[in-house]
């Protein structure tokens, strides 16, 4: 998620840099191509990165139910007079 966050930083910066380019020279050159290019781009990287954290949410959520399962059922075999024969008690 950082990396993510540090490449649309850098594309936001290389986009700013073209355009002051851009105005700041003699001869006209069209910039506005490889502006458009360079947002596109960090759209792609925003919609990435809420992806991301769409899914680390969901693993987030997801390790603390199996957490609370687990100490659920360990409680209700503790309660029943300890684990079935084969499995180790921890």
Do not use: F, W
């Amino acid at each position: 998620r950082e990396s993510q966050v540090e490449l649309r930083e850098h594309i936001d910066s290389l986009a700013t840099e073209l355009c002051r380019i851009n105005e700041d020279q003699k001869v006209a050159l069209d910039l506005d191509p490889y502006v458009k290019k360079l947002r596109n781009a960090r759209r792609r990287v925003v919609l990435v990165n809420n992806i991301l954290q769409n899914a680390q949410e969901r693993l987030r959520r997801l390790n603390h139910s199996v957490a609370k399962e687990t100490v659920r059922r360990k409680a209700m075999l503790e309660a029943a007079g300890g684990y079935p024969q084969g499995l180790p008690g921890k």
